[in-house]
């Protein structure tokens, strides 16, 4: 069974610095990767994902996410962190073999402040 | 509509009591999922449709919960005698191909008191 792990639970960084959310995930088999983010009171948002090709994934808001197949890690980056960024980030993997449904990490709330 | 629509956005159910959630897809997409969010955690998958066929249910937590989507488009999620950990927000989310990410709705936010 797959799973995926973001072991921190809240990131704080300064408005302008850059930022690293950390995920990293256990699948059998090649994994599909994506970022969601969620703002209060409205469902997940769609970021950006991994399928195949280029590891460096580029994806909305000028968040990008790098896929690490040595260390299973997709890591969620952005250059110049924003106050509104402010949310719940969440990792998901699905393996390309088998399955329909996304398995989701436990979510990292990032704090950006001005 | 533009998105995933669900509907109530919140519910408020006595312990015992039925409860039936909706989702509406976006128009042609195929696939469509149910998910359960606990409070402080990740979703957690519950069931998924391709068109009206329920190809996968090993989400769902016990009998009580059954979903159905009769004609490929609305689906409905139906908890029977709520208990109170069934208290979640319940997502649904649609995609036009199953291989890929998927467009999620506000979600229902069940409380079961």
């Known amino acids: 069974a797959q799973s995926v792990a973001q072991p921190e639970d809240q990131v704080n960084v300064a408005e302008g610095n850059p930022l690293t959310v950390k995920c990293t995930y256990s699948?059998?088999?090649?994994?599909?990767l994506f970022w969601y983010v969620q703002y209060p009171n409205r469902g997940l948002q769609f970021l950006l994902k991994y399928i195949t090709g280029d590891n460096l994934v580029k994806g909305s808001y000028g968040f990008e996410a790098e896929f690490n197949k040595s260390q299973t890690s997709f890591h969620l980056k952005k250059p110049s962190a924003l106050v509104s960024d402010s949310a719940l980030y969440f990792c998901?993997?699905?393996?390309?073999?088998?399955?329909?449904?996304?398995?989701f990490g436990g979510g990292t709330r990032l704090m950006v402040k001005p | 509509g533009a998105g995933v629509s669900q509907s109530p956005r919140y519910k408020v159910a006595k312990r015992g009591q039925d409860v039936a959630l909706r989702c509406d897809p976006i128009s042609g997409h195929v696939s469509l999922f149910w998910y359960q969010q606990a409070l402080g955690q990740g979703p957690e998958f519950l069931t998924y449709?391709?068109?009206?066929?329920?190809?996968?249910k090993s989400g769902l937590p016990s009998d009580r919960f059954f979903a159905e989507r009769p004609e490929g488009s609305v689906s409905t999620l139906k908890i029977q005698r709520t208990q109170q950990e069934d208290s979640a927000v319940y997502l649904c989310?649609?995609?036009?191909?199953?291989?890929?990410?998927?467009?999620f709705g506000q979600g229902t936010r069940l409380t079961v008191v």
């Open positions: 699948v059998s088999g090649n994994p599909y």
């Open positions: 989310a649609s995609s036009p191909d199953r291989a890929l990410g998927a467009f």
């Open positions: 449709f391709q068109n009206e066929a329920q190809l996968d």
């Open positions: 998901a993997v699905r393996p390309n073999n088998a399955g329909n449904m996304l398995t």
